[in-house]
């Protein structure tokens, strides 16, 4: 049952860095740019998940689970091999990808949209800064990862830019103004 919602939450955690990326394109109106290599931001995380619930066989993404006893409890640590390397290559590809397709979008935008770039880039931010801290090692609580923590965090900087930018809400009423903009 454990392995069950395991691979469950590595999809669910796999499917952001595409996601990200998507939203990044399609915010600043690049998508259409860039349609054709749309389909390998879905293949290669379902290919890395499939790896990842397969690994029983071939050890590629999980090389060793380590049983770790907490304060009455036990963490099942994992110790990440090739391809889960490869994975976090390719989502911090992505994510960094994104990022850089916001802020070149930044310097050319009218402030609102600059507020809205901070907003989400400050989301962004907060769930890069956690994931590296928890992959490289730097654990603030022992076998902890921050990772899914900081979901809430990221979401209180998005939640901001949603209320007091309305973020999502203001691309058609500056329209004509965005269009100059590209």
Known sequence: ?????????????????PLWLLFALYFTERAAQYQRYLIF?????LIFWVLNITNPWHLLFWVDVEVVQGDGFQIFW?????????????GDLQILVGVVVLIKQFFGAPNIYRHQIMATLL???????AKFLSVWGIETI???????????????????GFIKYQLMDVMKEYEPEFDQML
């Open 1 to 17: 049952v454990k392995d069950f919602w395991k691979n469950v939450a590595h999809l669910c955690i796999a499917s952001v860095p």
């Open 142 to 160: 022992p076998h902890f990862d921050l990772t899914p923590s900081s979901f809430a965090l990221s979401g209180i900087a998005f939640f901001w």
């Open 41 to 45: 931001l879905v293949v290669l995380p």
């Open 78 to 90: 994992r110790k990440p091999g090739p391809v889960f390397w490869l994975n976090m290559a390719w």
């Open 123 to 129: 989301g962004v931010s907060i769930f890069w800064i």
